[in-house]
T-cell receptor, first 112, second 111 residues
Framework: EAGVAQSPRYKIIEKRQSVAFWCNPISGHATLYWYQQILGQGPKLLIQFQNNGVVDDSQLPKDRFSAERLKGVDSTLKIQPAKLEDSAVYLC??????????FGQGTRLTVV | SQQGEEDPQALSIQEGENATMNCSYKTSINNLQWYRQNSGRGLVHLILIRSNEREKHSGRLRVTLDTSKKSSSLLITASRAADTASYFCATDAGGNEKLTFGTGTRLTIIP
């Protein structure tokens, strides 16, 4: 089966600019996660979808981050405006109920 | 917030030796999972152990789970250079399958 697709792979923007990341999960996987991974740290959950509904967004900085999952399939994560501390790898993952998560290769964001 | 913490933070061993990593967590879980991450790449699932299981094997991997101590260990036997990576535990807790990762162990296998 096809894996989790993410784009772009790399992005460099200036602070205060906006950026969007896209994720196409494995077909049929109802749960979708967005994680932020700062260099040297473990992935931090930003938002979790079950189909197209938000299950958990307790650690999403909602003043600047937003995410949506269209028709319970693809998902986009947006940052507006970006700050220097947003420099990280943004990982998308998906899973079936009660099973392991499958991860994309991630988008490496550098804010300068 | 991080649910789990791995110990040690970094580990270097000779090729062929066994590597053991530990994970402690804070709340009751449905299952605990271990992942590997090679530098600059996505995470790859290694093994999942459910809360009612105590031990699980997969190839050269052995995972144990002690729910009374809220801890798990990952043993990699007969290590290879290709095992060099960061290893993370992740807990699935609560009713919504929230998957929370620990801080990771950086494993280096010396040829």
């Amino acid at each position: 089966e096809a894996g989790v697709a993410q784009s772009p792979r790399y992005k460099i923007i200036e602070k205060r600019q906006s950026v969007a990341f896209w994720c196409n999960p494995i077909s049929g996987h109802a749960t979708l996660y967005w994680y932020q991974q700062i260099l040297g740290q473990g992935p931090k959950l930003l938002i979790q979808f079950q189909n197209n509904g938000v299950v958990d967004d307790s650690q999403l900085p909602k003043d600047r981050f937003s995410a949506e999952r269209l028709k319970g399939v693809d998902s986009t994560l947006k940052i507006q405006p970006a700050k220097l501390e947003d420099s990280a790898v943004y990982l998308c993952a998906c899973s079936l109920v009660g099973t392991e998560a499958f991860f994309g290769q991630g988008t490496r964001l550098t804010v300068v | 917030s991080q649910q789990g913490e791995e110990d040690p933070q970094a580990l270097s061993i000779q090729e062929g030796e066994n590597a053991t990593m530990n994970c402690s967590y804070k709340t009751s879980i449905n299952n605990l999972q271990w992942y590997r991450q090679n530098s600059g790449r996505g995470l790859v699932h290694l093994i999942l152990i459910r809360s009612n299981e105590r031990e699980k094997h997969s190839g050269r991997l052995r995972v144990t789970l002690d729910t009374s101590k809220k801890s798990s260990s990952l043993l990699i036997t007969a290590s290879r250079a290709a095992d060099t990576a960061s290893y993370f535990c992740a807990t699935d807790a609560g009713g919504n399958e929230k998957l929370t990762f620990g801080t990771g162990t950086r494993l280096t296998i010396i040829p």
